[in-house]
């Protein structure tokens, strides 16, 4: 990382007061009108709450590849429940995840996550590292399933 | 990578059957109707050859960022030229190679080229590689300076 890209690690916490639990780390690479790539960096089962992502202005949603570098990492989209699935949902928030099909990720594995779909992941045991490619990235207009979260 | 991935390694010789100076190798990630991400392998001092993305369809022609993961790139854009670059253009083609602002960038660094711009790039001394984040890939549409290319 350059010195500019260090300044601009971004933790976010979304206003709930346990990172740990659910939280996200980032480094943004670009994000331009065109496009945008990040790496997201998750502490061990640490995991990054249901949202979606609508259109703005006129223009679809963002949609986003997520493509795992390290551990592994249990993503979960609309479709069918998968019947056990592998993450934990943090506790006293089950009403705000809602969508269990199960994905997992497991370096050089990679999943896209169409517009306006809801999506959350945890990472696995050891924690994880994920490379996202996306559209241009509006994180002040993404909805979130909890309403407690403030972006 | 995966095993689709494997079989998706593309080489490119842009029809001038001499791929260890004129040349690229690519794994494509993703490329999609929003966004595409590459990986691009060049060998030591292996160039490719100038050109730019024009408008398609009346969308804006691609524009890119290219990040260097390992080695050294010299990139050349449009732009006042740099009195002594560090690339060397390939025998008997200097005039196919017109563009000559020089950027260097080293593993962590990042460059990106706005759409319908004319642009070259060579490795260093030890190959390098090079993460590319894109609007859409349209490989087809590329327009190259020297006619004898074929992509």
Known sequence: MTDPEKENVEIAEFGLGHLHVEGLQLVTYVNNDRYCAKDLVLFPKQTCPEHLHPPVNGEPGKKETFRCRWGT??????????????????????????????IIL???????????????????????IVSEFSSTS?????VFTDPNIIR
């Open 73 to 102: 990492v249990y993503l979960y989209v609309e479709g069918e429940h998968t019947s056990e699935i592998q993450g934990k949902i943090p506790k006293g928030k089950e009403e705000y995840y809602t969508v269990k099909h199960e």
């Open 106 to 128: 497991n370096p050089g594995e990679q999943y896209t996550i169409p517009t306006n779909t809801k999506h959350w992941f945890q990472a696995g045991e050891k924690g994880a």
């Open 138 to 142: 509006r994180d002040e207009a993404d």
